[in-house]
DNA sequence: TTCCAATCGTTTGGATCCGAACAGTAATCC
DNA sequence: GGATTACTGTTCGGATCCAAACGATTGGAA
């Protein structure tokens, strides 16, 4: 069993490593624990409920988002998948190879093309979010209502604010 | 101006699709907004601060790492930066090619090899991080100390109970 | 009408990233 | 002490990811 280093042991040697400087640690910590909280909970995701069914983070956020939408524009998935535009043209179409979801381009704009769920697709989504979500539920099961409310909403903020500039 | 989904959008949207199904609509809101902020203060923070040097954001994790512990073996910083040991082999290599870290193989164990600052890479260090932290100050600007507490705590429960399992 | 700037999705090149397979080294078992 | 097991960092193939360059299309300006 190695020592491997905590979050908190992190912190205080970081306190230590720069001491002299004039710096937030407040903000330091808060998103260092952000990033590894989002690595986590991703990585737990992806290993327990995506890969069994061979699906991919991002390739999942796509059909996510175009379950709850039914049909988008790449344009806006990217943007509300948080991916670039060329990213989504690979996922795209490796989503498209395994019929998950279809392609129509636009007929009043012909440079835009929408992606759609297909039956496949929806009935995979419908199969999967269920324990999605339950794992989801599982992750956050530590945390009484009221920190959980107050972390969204504290990282609803975040997103703001970083997207503002 | 392409109407775009906000984040409260993009929760009503779901709550509507899936209203039928008995889920934990918290958990999932939590979790969206976790992700969907890690991924914009990244981007923020590599957009800002980073690409002016030339820096990845993991290459930047693994040198701010190595600026905090001195001296680690490779497989204790790839599981303190949250990547696989073969990424790091690469992400290492690139970094070694700047002369921006050294890479040390152990005499006692001759599996291992342990990775170190260089002194342009210290230097580096010390100019970039001050600009770096006041960046994350700026972006946690907007949130009072409570919050921010409440926030730092939570994403840290997440973490251990992610890895938990 | 005829440019021309803006915007779309795609392509390209390079870096990142992972999981699995790998060779080398260390530790343990019998 | 010799064989097995465990663990290291590396390599490999494939997918993701981004920024920049690109061709196609649109719509407004001259």
Same mark, same amino acid.
């Given at each position: 069993?190695?020592?491997?280093?905590?979050?908190?042991?992190?912190? *205080?040697?970081?306190?230590?490593?720069? *001491?002299?400087?004039?710096?937030?640690?407040?903000?330091?910590?808060?998103?260092?624990?952000?990033?590894?909280?989002? $690595?986590?909970?991703?990585?737990?995701?992806? $290993? $327990?409920?995506? +890969?069994?069914?061979?699906?991919?983070?991002?390739?999942?956020?796509?059909?996510?988002?175009?379950?709850?939408?039914? @049909?988008?524009?790449?344009?806006?998935?990217?943007?509300?998948?948080?991916?670039?535009?060329?990213?989504?043209?690979?996922?795209?179409?490796?989503?498209?190879? +395994?019929?998950?979801?279809?392609?129509?381009?636009?007929?009043?704009?012909?440079?835009?093309? $929408?992606?759609?769920?297909?039956?496949?697709?929806?009935?995979?989504?419908?199969?999967?979010?269920?324990?999605?979500?339950?794992?989801?539920?599982?992750?956050?099961?530590?945390?009484?209502?009221? *920190?959980?409310?107050?972390?969204?909403?504290?990282? +609803?903020?975040?997103?703001?604010? @970083?997207?503002?500039?």
């Amino acid at each position: 069993m190695p020592d491997r280093h905590t979050l908190a042991e992190t912190e *205080q040697a970081t306190r230590e490593r720069v *001491q002299h400087l004039p710096l937030d640690f407040a903000a330091s910590h808060a998103l260092l624990s952000l990033y590894r909280a989002a $690595n986590a909970v991703r990585g737990h995701l992806t $290993n $327990n409920v995506l +890969r069994p069914h061979d699906l991919t983070w991002t390739g999942f956020l796509v059909l996510w988002t175009l379950w709850i939408w039914d @049909s988008m524009e790449t344009r806006d998935i990217a943007e509300s998948v948080g991916i670039s535009k060329g990213t989504l043209t690979g996922v795209a179409k490796t989503l498209a190879a +395994r019929d998950l979801i279809e392609r129509i381009p636009s007929t009043e704009d012909r440079r835009l093309v $929408n992606l759609k769920l297909s039956p496949t697709g929806l009935e995979l989504m419908e199969e999967i979010y269920p324990e999605f979500n339950k794992t989801e539920s599982r992750i956050v099961g530590d945390l009484d209502a009221r *920190q959980l409310e107050t972390m969204t909403s504290a990282l +609803r903020t975040l997103v703001e604010t @970083s997207e503002r500039d």
